[in-house]
């Protein structure tokens, strides 16, 4: 049973560009949430969607980000005209059912860097 | 404020000797636990997680971790350290009823031979 995947795995953008990062949740797996990694830092939550619904997105900047998750395919977080602050590892994670004592296993992460 | 509180940034421990990395955490209601690591430039890899029940909870490695309410701690323990045990160490908490985790800022922890 593979894991959560997220590709790509680094993404480099200039200033001003978008950047968008695919997540494919395990098999059997739902409910998606992404949480962004700051350097030296540890996870902050931004959103948690199910296939085609946003559940929660409370932590979600109020500009330039979006998240989905479609009916077919991965989830997407798309950060539009990135800035040098959104650099920062960006992981994905799933969970089968929802419910506070479901474990949320997390992909690999995709490091974005802004110049 | 619901938070997680890991108040080292690093251990050091010698190889074969037993560790500690300590969390604690303030949320209303009943917390849900989890402990995870992270080697470098991987995700984070699910440890254990207390939910309910013993009080003491084993986990992945060899690792466990002891709920204290009154000291609304979660610490992290293993009775002989590995080298391959050095990474980062995050503690986190489900507050009841919601679908977030709330991550401490990590441990790093350091296994020397």
């Known amino acids: 049973n593979a894991g959560v995947m997220q590709n790509p795995r680094h993404l480099v953008r200039r200033r001003g560009q978008e950047a968008r990062l695919r997540c494919s949740p395990m098999k059997g797996h739902s409910h998606v949430y992404w949480y962004r990694q700051l350097p030296e830092e540890g996870l902050k939550f931004m959103v948690y969607l199910q296939k085609e619904n946003i559940i929660d997105e409370s932590g979600m900047p109020k500009e330039r980000f979006s998240a989905e998750f479609p009916k077919e395919g991965p989830s997407i977080l798309r950060i539009q005209q990135v800035v040098r602050g959104d650099s920062a590892a960006y992981f994905c994670a799933s969970s089968p059912t929802v419910g506070s004592t479901d474990t949320q296993y997390f992909g690999p992460g995709t490091r974005l860097t802004v110049l | 404020a619901q938070s997680v509180a890991q108040p080292e940034d690093q251990v050091n421990v010698a190889e074969g000797n037993p560790l500690t990395v300590k969390c604690t955490y303030s949320?209303?209601?009943?917390?849900?636990l989890f402990w995870y690591v992270q080697y470098p430039n991987r995700g984070l890899q699910f440890l254990l997680k207390?939910?309910?029940?013993?009080?003491l909870v084993k986990g992945s490695y060899g690792f466990e971790a002891e709920f204290n309410k009154s000291q609304t701690s979660f610490h992290l323990k293993k009775p002989s350290a590995l080298v391959s045990d050095s990474a980062l160490y995050f503690c986190?908490?489900?507050?009841?009823?919601?679908?977030?985790?709330?991550f401490g800022t990590g441990t790093r922890l350091q296994v020397f031979p």
């Open positions: 949320v209303s209601g009943n917390p849900y």
């Open positions: 207390y939910i309910t029940g013993d009080n």
């Open positions: 986190a908490v489900r507050p009841y009823n919601t679908d977030k985790l709330i």
